[in-house]
């Protein structure tokens, strides 16, 4: 019970919740996806790639016309400054796509979700130093503490973790500018597959043409995985895009580590990938980071919940 000096409830956007929702689920995917990608690994990553663009530009099309809702892609691509913004994240995610799909394909399933983990620590900083997001003391910490995990998985493996600094720059870049350019979710996916759709079906055609094309000509499971590949293709990143719009960048991050916490568990118990006790202590920073973000963002939403709900 609260008394009569308390400071008053603080309503919680019902927006903000279906933004996390959405966010919450399309990372939900992303983690398992590589159970869905591992029976296409004997098919080249750029095929398996175009396959993706194809069929999730075919079902958002579809998804709009049902609705009526296909004036949104023309009125993106009308804008010059919109249809400018949307053909670059069209290139981040289909480059983001690629090294996925190769990664998963040639077993490095941990350096993939190792990729994921770094995302949110990009994601903050871009939010600081271009969207003019805040961090507060126990964020600031996190990001140092993840800051010092990937560091250190650098220096033992004697390289840069090619795969997932590629990964982050990726799709950190592809969040950015989701969030902020001026098209919903839906029509943005949309009109990011159409402006790659000549060049997937060039390519499949192609290989068609060369007769190694896999679609048509593989066993039925796996052009069923092909055809499906637009559905979780295009589900998680509706999710992604209409939940960035509606919380914050650093959120976002937090969140995003579902995706890789479960890419992880895969990989190790799955998937069997080496996992050293050296490679466990780089990870352990990160983890750490992760709580120590994850208490914050609880202690803030605590501090927000309206007193009837405490």
């Known amino acids: 019970m609260t008394g009569q000096n308390s400071a008053p409830a603080v309503p919680v956007s019902p927006r903000a919740g279906a933004g996390l929702a959405a966010a919450i689920g399309a990372f939900t995917i992303w983690g398992v996806l590589p ?88 994601n903050v900083v871009l939010g600081v130093l271009l969207l003019g997001e ?29 795969i997932a600094l590629g990964l982050a720059a990726s799709f950190g870049g592809y969040g950015l500018i989701r969030k902020v350019v001026k098209v919903e979710a839906v029509p943005g996916l949309a009109t990011e597959t159409l402006l790659l759709l000549p060049f997937a079906c060039g390519f499949l055609v192609w290989l068609q043409l060369q007769g190694t ?23 998680p990143l509706a999710l992604f895009a209409y939940g960035a719009r509606l919380i914050p960048l650093s959120t976002v991050g937090l969140v995003q580590y579902i995706g890789p916490t479960l890419q992880f568990l895969l990989g190790v118990w799955v998937f069997h990938e080496a996992f050293t006790l050296q490679r466990g202590i780089g990870f352990a920073f990160i983890w750490s980071a992760l709580a120590v973000y994850a208490s914050d963002g609880l202690w803030r939403s605590r501090k927000q919940m309206p007193y009837w709900g405490r």
């Open 134 to 162: 805040r961090l507060n003391t126990a964020q600031k910490f996190a990001v140092g503490l993840a800051a010092v995990g990937v560091l250190y998985l650098a220096v033992i493996a004697g390289r840069p973790p090619w």
């Open 213 to 235: 094309g896999a679609f048509g000509h593989a066993a039925p499971h796996i052009n069923a995985l092909l055809l499906g590949s637009g559905l979780v293709t295009a589900l």
């Open 35 to 122: 159970l869905y990608m591992k029976p296409l690994q004997a098919l080249p990553a750029l095929e398996i790639m175009a396959h993706r663009i194809v069929w999730s530009c075919l079902l958002v099309f579809a998804w709009l016309l049902w609705r009526s809702e296909v004036g949104a892609v023309r009125t993106a691509l009308a804008n010059p400054g919109t249809r400018y913004r949307l053909m670059i994240t069209a290139v981040l995610i289909s480059i983001n796509w690629l090294l996925y799909v190769w990664s998963i394909a040639h077993g490095h399933v941990i350096d993939a979700s190792l990729g994921y983990f770094i995302n949110p620590l990009l």
